[in-house]
């Protein structure tokens, strides 16, 4: 990367805005297999930083060219790296939760370690009937270090996350759809339609709702049901104020579509 264009010079990916569609794709294009390399990571979190502060930028898309998303890491990158380098690698990869954007990844082919862990991060996931996830780290002595288990754990549940890590296992795309890890499971050849269709119909919301209530739901996560509850109350007070619930409400009155703004 450049300090003048932070998407110039990228390891591995590269990065498409369309302002006219408010959307924004980082594309993983290392082929075949789309390994993720160690300064990718650090390039990763970045890039999706400065699509964050695109105010232009509505919802931003996770994908990869080729057969496959994303073998995972560069093993023997990791050999490089201290153990307290490695021990704050979630945190680069945590960025497509940091955005305040929704997110969506479209995963294809092989979905291993560290990409599936970057998906995990992301708000939404569909994948392909072809698709493979996984987390293998056990098969070369080591665990997932970037936020994968913790964050199945939370959405799966410890005994299946426990068979999915523990034995190494390739979950395909159908069962993790079935899992709740996906939200949409479809053909290879429909990959591309679902993603956009979903794409559409977050940018139909209010900017501001949908920043809020990502915000909100990942706060409030690990939070005590009450306080879960106020913080809710407490967003949803300052909401009621905003130019977009004022709008919603007209447009409700008038029968007509909504024109958010994110005010």
Not at 23 to 33: C, F, K, M, N, Y
Not at 110 to 124: N, Q, T
Not at 227 to 256: C, M, N, P, Q, T
Request: net charge negative.
């Amino acid at each position: 990367m450049t300090a003048g264009n932070p998407f110039d010079g990228l390891d591995g990916f590269r990065v498409e805005v369309n302002h006219a569609a408010a959307r924004a794709d980082i594309v993983l294009d290392r082929p075949p297999l789309n390994v993720v390399s160690m300064p990718q990571r650090d390039q990763l979190s970045t890039a999706f930083a400065a699509l964050d502060a695109d105010a232009g930028v509505r919802v931003i898309v996770l994908r990869a060219d080729g057969k496959h998303f994303s073998s995972g890491g560069d093993i023997p990158g990791f050999m490089t790296r201290t153990p307290e380098q490695l021990a704050v690698l979630a945190q680069n990869v945590a960025a497509p939760e940091r955005c305040r954007q929704p997110v969506i990844a479209a995963i294809h082919g092989y979905c291993f370690g560290v990409a599936f862990e970057l998906s995990l991060a992301c708000d939404f996931r569909i994948v392909t009937e072809g698709a493979m996830l996984g987390l293998p780290e056990q098969r070369i002595g080591m665990i997932p270090g970037s936020g994968g288990s913790a964050r199945l754990a939370r959405m799966i549940g410890i005994g299946r996350t426990k068979d999915l890590v523990m034995r190494a296992r390739r979950l395909p795309g159908r069962e993790a759809h079935a899992w709740g890890i996906a939200v949409d499971c479809v053909t290879d050849d429909k990959l591309a339609e679902a993603t956009d269709s979903l794409a559409e119909e977050l940018k139909g919301f209010s900017p501001l709702a949908q920043r809020t209530t990502k915000k909100l739901l990942n706060e409030a996560e690990d939070a005590p049901l009450g306080v879960a509850i106020a913080l809710e109350g407490e967003a949803y007070g300052r909401l009621r104020s905003s130019a977009d619930f004022a709008e919603g409400v007209a447009s409700f009155a008038e029968k007509r579509k909504p024109v958010f703004k994110g005010e």
